[in-house]
């Protein structure tokens, strides 16, 4: 992905940074926040000219550097993020939902209107869209980072190449040699667990196997992910089913390719079986 | 200075704590095999009942299991998913900090300095393992092997590998219960050490002790702190039993004295598809190999400082990024990849360092989270081979490889 | 507190991933995303030592941002002025792109084998590039031009997109016109001041008497000119041993540690970039090794 030189600037003049929150429960904006000890530094080289969760005051648009959370799930988003990539720069979407569509676009999936009228005594005052996506489905989007939540480091490193004019050090390889690299045993081999790991983009720091779990993917596929030889070992030697492999992969990024494709066999399999 | 091979003193196992004392006054960091996350771990060791004791594992295709063995001994189980590459090749290691003052690079930070470490319970396929990563960073180059890398850029050693190495103590197990996707003796790698092997102490467990023999004067100064008795005739015996019974009871077995050639002419072997269907390209087998030596520096910042951080991390040639170029990877699909892999392991490693880049010790198999087999591959490797001698017609080449 | 300068002369052992600090004294547009840059080493000790040889190249390093890997396309008589021809393409070039003169840069080499001088002697040399490629041979066209009783006739065959886009046009025309070197270039596009050849590279072969025999071709382009260029003088029947080509791969240590280079058995760092073709010829029309 090219990265644009967003920061050949004097001293005086320090790139804005603008955060948005679209339908979202605001993890990523915190995972900001938590970067504690570099937050500080974060406000020496940028100026956070727009970020509503950390303070009031707000500078009028152009923004350099805008940060995107959350889908797009109603018709007043679909037409809010326009204006943003209008008065964004570059445009970063943070976290599952502005990726992926997030755990909300299992809608998708449903009837929208048979959940409101389900969930709300009200359903008409709702004004909501068929479909939860991601904002790049809206508009052009310059670079994404994955996670339910976000990363706090790479959230740094992304911020920090961007004011450095390098290209994030983000890999788009899998968990597993995030995991390794810790010197974690696979919980696939060594316990038998459904992990998603092989078929993972990294950069959690493999916090779940850290903890004897499986991944379960938040962080969405990697590139080129083989899901049938994983699906073929989850079925098989694992002996999990096609419902189960349906739920694993319809989590935080089920609505992405090839996450999607995959869970819509598992779920005609599904059908099939029954 | 090597001590001859044929002596054996006998370590009794209430003796191992006296060990490990010996290497704590010398100023080592002990490391050794210990229970941990349900997988044998090498981890850092205070006394000799944090080692695992009374396991057994159980090695297949992408199934690892530990399960209980004899309580009377500690070395039942072979390798897990670490090896010795972890301490002398750092997964992650900064290499320096420095900023940019006037028209000089200020080294704020200078890399860890390697550290003294005795590792004990090492495998012979292990060893074989240190061997090969020797050659790789340049550790001891045997004389009379002018490297063809030595006339070129001026010859480099890796600092940090070099040094850790130099100061480290290796205490072997030779392997009386092999596991099950084990097949060193097909490479001449074990079940027991040879005289090839680098290694300071080797060992081989019985009920009541070891039968120790020493390879290094290191090695023979710790035997003669110990003040340990000869091993008598009954126990040399009894080694030498054991040890030929783990050599006919390999798990796998590979037919390695064609494998050169037989990956030479295989570079269009329709089975490079078959594995590239199975193949998750997530690059475990990369990195439980104890021979893999790939890495990636990268930069990072301290926005406080203005400090630069140079770091390399151990890299995988199963990810995409790792041949880019600027007109896109050279090695875009996984069929490639795994192709890359099992050849550089198996034959375009002889060219490069003079030996084989796979030692037998199964970790690829086991580690696989799909279980996909080398031995296996390369067998059917092997049936396309010579399908195709009788079926192609004759390869044409400019020039027979010099 | 250390510092390069510190440290002590390249020989076996020491950490080789420390940059040289070199500051940019001269810089050259050469077409609209590649420009030369002249550096020279801040020590004057490390300046005086730097030896090298047409066809290395060097991992130049900006702070923060990387390094790439970037051919010494220089006089390598002179070996203290450094030139490196840069296309913009990531990162690092884009970063230097945009230093003005008086900034300063790492440097760690020179690395690799480079052209074969040795194999050259009363040869004829016929050089055939494409874009980018005039760089790396830049170095041995002034080798030849420097010790020109060393081989019989030499041909410089230059293709490009458009004449706006060749490199060191000036040049060029000076060697063009100098008796010593036969220069033909060629170029895809063709402007209405263009009086020279149209087409790919390989076509000024029919413009120029191969003895097979007797000539050593070095290619150096993309990809396919590589290919093509190499193999259309196999056609030629110039034997396989005297043609060398340049490679290019993802670089990342530059002396065969970090694996990343590989090209079958060889680390194109190290063992390259050039190649003889004899010695991969049996790769070397294979994808993705």
């Known amino acids: 992905m090219p990265v644009q030189t967003i920061t050949r600037k004097t001293e005086t003049a320090k790139p804005k940074l603008a955060v948005y929150k679209f339908s979202s429960c605001d993890g990523c904006q915190l995972s900001l926040l938590n970067l504690e000890d570099e937050l500080l530094d974060i406000v020496g080289a940028v100026e956070i000219a727009y970020f509503l969760e950390a303070r009031r005051a707000e500078q009028p648009p152009p923004y350099d550097i805008g940060m ?5 799930s109603t018709p007043e988003e679909a037409e809010r993020i326009r ?47 068929e479909t939860a996506t991601p904002i790049a489905t809206h508009v052009f989007v310059d670079f994404e980072l994955r996670g339910c939540p976000v990363n706090a480091r790479q959230l740094l490193e992304l911020i920090t190449s961007l004011l450095k004019g390098r290209k994030p050090n983000i890999p788009n390889y899998s968990l597993c040699i995030e995991c390794k690299r810790r010197g974690l045993p696979c919980v696939m081999v060594s316990k038998g667990e459904p992990c998603l790991g092989p078929i993972t983009q990294a950069g959690c720091g493999a916090l779940c196997p850290g903890c004897h779990r499986a991944c379960y993917g938040c962080f969405g596929p990697m590139e080129q992910p083989n899901m049938d030889s994983l699906g073929h070992q989850l079925t098989g030697t694992q002996k999990r089913t096609a419902r189960e492999m349906k739920h694993m992969l319809r989590m935080f990024n089920g609505y992405l390719e090839p996450f999607k494709q995959a869970s819509d066999h598992y779920e005609r399999q599904e059908k099939q079986n029954a | 200075m090597s001590v001859p091979d044929g002596k054996r003193w006998f370590l009794p196992k209430e003796s191992l704590d006296a060990l490990i004392a010996v290497l704590h006054q010398q100023q080592y960091v002990v490391i050794g095999p210990v229970f941990h996350d349900r997988a044998i771990r090498l981890e850092q060791v205070q006394r000799a009942d944090q080692l695992a004791r009374g396991v057994r594992d159980e090695h297949s295709g992408g199934q690892y299991r530990l399960i209980d063995g004899n309580q009377e001994l500690l070395f039942e189980y072979v390798v897990g998913p670490d090896s010795a590459k972890k301490f002398f090749f750092p997964p992650r290691q900064e290499l320096f900090s420095l900023h940019v003052k006037g028209e000089q690079f200020v080294i704020d930070k ?86 090839d092997m680098p290694y300071d102490l080797a060992m081989t467990e019985m009920r009541k002790g070891f039968v120790i023999r020493s390879k290094s004067r290191k090695g023979a100064a710790i035997i003669s702190s110990l003040s340990l008795r000869d091993a008598d005739d009954a126990e040399v015996e009894l080694e030498g039993l054991l040890l030929q019974r783990a050599a006919e009871h390999m798990g796998r077995q590979l037919q390695t004295d064609d494998l050169p050639q037989l990956l030479d002419r295989a570079i ?69 990849r795994y192709r890359h892999w099992l050849r550089h392991k198996l034959d375009t490693w002889h060219d490069q360092f003079g030996v084989s880049g796979c030692v037998g010790c199964g970790r690829c198999i086991t580690w696989c989270p799909v279980g996909i087999d080398l031995t296996a591959e390369v067998e059917s490797i092997r049936r396309y081979d010579s399908r195709d001698e009788n079926h192609a017609p004759p390869r044409i080449t400019v020039e027979a490889r010099p | 507190m250390i510092t390069p300068a510190a440290r002590p002369e390249p020989h076996c052992g020491h950490d080789t991933w420390y940059p040289l600090a070199a500051r940019i004294t001269n810089v050259v547009q050469e077409n609209f995303n590649t420009r030369t840059i002249t550096l020279e080493m801040v020590d004057q000790a490390q300046r005086n030592d730097y030896q090298w040889r047409p066809g290395q190249f060097n991992m130049l390093y900006v702070p923060s941002v990387g390094e790439a890997a970037i051919s010494i396309s220089s006089d390598s008589d002179k070996p203290q002025v450094l030139e490196h021809t840069i296309r913009t393409v990531g990162s690092v070039t884009r970063a230097i792109e945009h230093m003005p003169v008086g900034s300063v840069v790492g440097l760690r080499g020179p690395f690799g084998e480079g052209w074969p001088i040795e194999a050259i002697e009363g040869k004829d040399v016929v050089m055939m590039c494409g874009g980018i490629g005039l760089a790396p041979l830049r170095p041995m066209v002034y080798w030849l031009l420097n010790h020109r009783e060393m081989c019989r006739r030499v041909v410089l065959l230059y293709g490009c997109r458009t004449p706006e886009d060749r490199l060191y046009a000036d040049e060029l025309e000076q060697w063009h016109e100098d008796p010593r070197i036969d220069v033909l270039v060629t170029v895809d596009n063709a402007t209405s001041q263009w009086v020279g050849p149209v087409g790919v590279v390989t076509n000024l072969l029919r413009r120029i008497k191969v003895s097979a025999r007797e000539t050593v071709v070095m290619v150096c382009g993309p990809r396919i000119l590589n290919r093509v260029g190499a193999w259309s003088f196999l056609q030629l029947h110039v034997p396989p041993e005297q043609v060398y080509v340049s ?43």
């Open chain 1, 68 to 72: 995107v959370e959350g889908s797009i």
């Open chain 1, 83 to 129: 204006q943003v990539r209008r008065d964004c720069k570059y445009l970063v979407t943070i976290g599952a939902c502005a990726t992926s569509g997030g755990i909300q676009a299992l809608r998708n999936w449903a009837d929208v209107d048979q959940y409101k009228q389900y969930v709300y005594a009200h359903p008409q005052y709702v004004a909501s869209l």
């Open chain 2, 110 to 195: 200078v890399g860890p300095a390697a550290p003294k470490l005795a590792i004990l319970g090492l495998r012979p396929c292990d060893l074989a393992a240190i061997a090969v990563q020797d050659r790789v960073f340049g550790y001891h180059q045997p004389a009379g092997d002018e490297a063809p890398w030595a006339s070129g850029f001026r010859c480099e050693s890796e600092l940090y590998y070099t040094q850790a190495r130099e100061q480290s103590l290796l205490i072997a197990v030779n392997c009386v219960r092999p596991g099950g996707t084990c097949f060193c003796a097909s490479w001449g790698n074990g079940p027991q050490v040879n005289k």
């Open chain 2, 268 to 336: 269009d072997s329709p089975h490079w598809d078959n594995v590239a269907k199975r193949c998750l390209s997530c690059g475990n087998c990369t990195m439980v190999c104890p021979t893999c030596f790939c890495s990636t520096v990268s930069d990072s910042d301290d926005l406080a400082t203005g400090s630069t951080t140079r770091t390399r991390e151990w890299e995988s040639c199963y990810t995409h990024q790792f041949s880019y170029t600027t007109s896109g990877p050279v090695r875009s699909s996984i069929r490639a």
């Open chain 3, 247 to 289: 490679l290019e791969r993802n670089m990342n240590c530059g002396f065969g540690r970090c694996g990343h280079c590989q090209y079958g058995p060889k680390f194109v760092c190290r063992d390259g970039p050039v190649f003889r073709y004899s010695d991969i010829h049996d790769i070397f029309a294979k994808e993705e090794v």
